[in-house]
């Protein structure tokens, strides 16, 4: 058994060796580690590449041209080779435990998804907040809230043969499209209530800028989903709501 851990990087340059390691100090070390470089400079390539030095596990693919996390990490996924998919943004952080304790979860229980809870923290690492993760989320209750973090996720990868599951080309809220198309089509997301990750908040990350969050929570449902211009507006409403509830 094969975990395949994706990751794109862009401009976090002074993060992504915490990330790493917390990957290669993992308990479960059956796995290997996509790198997708999503910069169009090459300041940091040779720093990027160098990566993959530290463990054989270790795979650097490069963009030609900056295409975005979320199509990074389909790239990433189209070059795995794991039977499980994790996904780790390159700011984040993982327990030594997370990938033995949440793939027991997942083949002990037969799920083919499932989640984390995750504390929240700020640059220097600090604790600022945390989300624990619900025993279940399904369709209906994703489409009025998503507390699932990206880098707490494992998906079993037989499930994304299908190419129609993939992540949005969206600056936020790719995931959520994902996950939408997967709830919506009866795969459950399963949460483990304890605390494996860390999910830096950086004040002038794309997850931070409100504007653009709206505007792709708009996209999501107009586009993604199908809901006409004003079911699209009233579920960007809930959504909000549902967020400001939980800060």
């Not at 997942?106 to 929240?120: A, E, G, P, R, W």
């Not at 043969?161 to 996950?179: P, Q, S």
């Not at 969050?213 to 199908?226: A, C, E, Q, R, T």
């Given at each position: 058994?094969?975990?395949?851990?994706?990751?794109?990087?862009?401009?976090?340059?002074?993060?992504?060796?915490?990330?790493?390691?917390?990957?290669?100090?993992?308990?479960?070390?059956?796995?290997?580690?996509i790198i997708i470089y999503d910069d169009t400079s090459q300041d940091d390539f040779e720093f990027i590449k160098d990566l993959e030095k530290l463990d054989n596990r270790i795979k650097v693919l490069k963009n030609i041209s900056?295409?975005?996390?979320?199509?990074?990490?389909?790239?990433?996924?189209?070059?795995?080779?794991?039977?499980?998919?994790?996904?780790?943004?390159?700011?984040?952080?993982?327990?030594?435990?997370?990938?033995?304790?949440?793939?027991?979860?997942?083949?002990?229980?037969?799920?083919?998804?499932?989640?984390?809870?995750?504390?929240?923290?700020?640059?220097?690492?600090?604790?600022?907040?945390?989300?624990?993760?619900?025993?279940?989320?399904?369709?209906?209750?994703?489409?009025?809230?998503?507390?699932?973090?990206?880098?707490?996720?494992?998906?079993?990868?037989?499930?994304?043969?299908?190419?129609?599951?993939?992540?949005?080309?969206?600056?936020?809220?790719?995931?959520?499209?994902?996950?939408?198309?997967?709830?919506?089509?009866?795969?459950?997301?399963?949460?483990?209530?304890?605390?494996?990750?860390?999910?830096?908040?950086?004040?002038?990350?794309?997850?931070?800028?409100?504007?653009?969050?709206?505007?792709?929570?708009?996209?999501?449902?107009?586009?993604?989903?199908?809901?006409?211009?004003?079911?699209?507006?009233?579920?960007?409403?809930?959504?909000?709501?549902?967020?400001?509830?939980?800060?």
């Amino acid at each position: 058994m094969k975990v395949s851990v994706i990751m794109p990087y862009f401009h976090k340059k002074e993060f992504i060796e915490a990330s790493i390691y917390s990957v290669l100090s993992q308990t479960f070390e059956n796995f290997e580690i996509i790198i997708i470089y999503d910069d169009t400079s090459q300041d940091d390539f040779e720093f990027i590449k160098d990566l993959e030095k530290l463990d054989n596990r270790i795979k650097v693919l490069k963009n030609i041209s900056n295409i975005g996390a979320g199509r990074s990490r389909n790239k990433g996924i189209e070059f795995s080779r794991g039977e499980y998919l994790a996904f780790l943004d390159c700011d984040d952080i993982w327990d030594k435990n997370k990938l033995k304790e949440q793939l027991k979860f997942m083949i002990l229980n037969d799920y083919k998804i499932s989640f984390t809870s995750y504390h929240i923290i700020e640059n220097k690492g600090n604790i600022i907040g945390s989300r624990k993760a619900t025993k279940v989320l399904l369709y209906k209750d994703l489409i009025k809230s998503c507390d699932i973090g990206l880098s707490t996720v494992i998906i079993k990868k037989k499930i994304l043969n299908n190419k129609d599951y993939r992540f949005a080309d969206l600056k936020t809220k790719e995931d959520y499209v994902l996950w939408l198309k997967l709830s919506k089509a009866n795969f459950n997301f399963y949460g483990l209530d304890k605390f494996l990750t860390k999910w830096k908040k950086l004040d002038k990350s794309l997850s931070s800028n409100t504007f653009q969050k709206i505007l792709d929570g708009f996209k999501v449902y107009n586009k993604y989903v199908g809901f006409n211009k004003i079911k699209s507006l009233y579920h960007l409403m809930l959504l909000s709501i549902n967020f400001l509830k939980k800060k």
